[in-house]
């Protein structure tokens, strides 16, 4: 079965420090991953998507397939980046997300 | 455009009373999905509606729970009998399309339900 593990409920980093916030996945194809991220009293919203390899907010993700992992990754964390970091998996030509539990980040000043 | 929207964003019943939840998606788009957060866990996808149709509700729990999504108005997740395991956060989110590389699922505030 499908399976999204985020092994950290929560990461504490100072501002200006390099952030990464682990994901790892079970599955035997080929996966869509995806981030999406909760700020305070906001709704869910991707942050970012491995196919378009894109950077957003200074994040980035690498989608490792021999690890399964897809890390987020920043190298220099700023306050407004406190929030809930979500993992998803997408099976290919399915709908449905998988999701893991959720890491909560917090940046100190 | 308003974003999907959501409503109660907060509802207290007592068990055994019914809860509905309602969700109006994105303009433009026609594919809803419910997802229930428990404490402490992630989402888990219940169902998967177009207009009129339930499409996979896989996740959906087989008594108490409903979805509906009519030709007008909103999408209704329908829970009976509620009972305290139902206290949780709901989260629905719309798309334009389904599946696809490039498909995005954008989600709502979601509704806390609380059962007494």
């Known amino acids: 079965a499908q399976r999204v593990t985020q092994p950290e409920k929560l990461l504490s980093v100072f501002k200006g420090a390099p952030v990464e916030l682990k994901c790892n996945y079970s599955?035997?194809?080929?996966?869509?991953l995806f981030w999406y991220v909760q700020y305070s009293r906001q709704r869910l919203q991707l942050l970012l998507r491995?196919?378009?390899?894109?950077s957003i907010k200074g994040f980035t993700a690498d989608l490792n397939k021999g690890e399964t992992s897809f890390h987020l990754k920043k190298p220099f964390a700023q306050e407004e980046d406190s929030a809930m970091y979500y993992c998803?998996?997408?099976?290919?030509?399915?709908?449905?997300?998988?999701w893991g539990a959720g890491t909560k980040l917090i940046i100190k000043p | 455009n308003a974003g999907v929207m959501q409503n109660p964003r907060h509802l207290v019943r007592r068990r055994g009373q019914e809860a509905r939840l309602r969700c109006s998606p994105m303009k433009g788009h026609s594919h809803v999905y419910w997802y229930r957060q428990l404490p402490e866990e992630g989402l888990k996808f219940m169902v998967y509606l177009q207009k009129e149709n339930i499409i996979d509700e896989s996740g959906m729990p087989k008594e108490r729970f409903s979805a509906e999504f009519p030709k007008e108005g909103p999408s209704i997740l329908r829970i009976q009998q509620v009972v305290r395991g139902d206290s949780a956060a709901y989260f629905c989110?719309?798309?334009?399309?389904?599946?696809?590389?490039?498909?995005?699922?954008?989600f709502g505030p979601g509704t806390r339900l609380l059962v007494l």
């Open positions: 989110a719309s798309s334009r399309t389904s599946g696809g590389p490039q498909e995005t699922q954008y």
């Open positions: 491995h196919i378009s390899r894109e």
């Open positions: 998803a998996l997408r099976v290919v030509s399915n709908y449905q997300l998988i």
């Open positions: 599955y035997s194809g080929s996966p869509e």
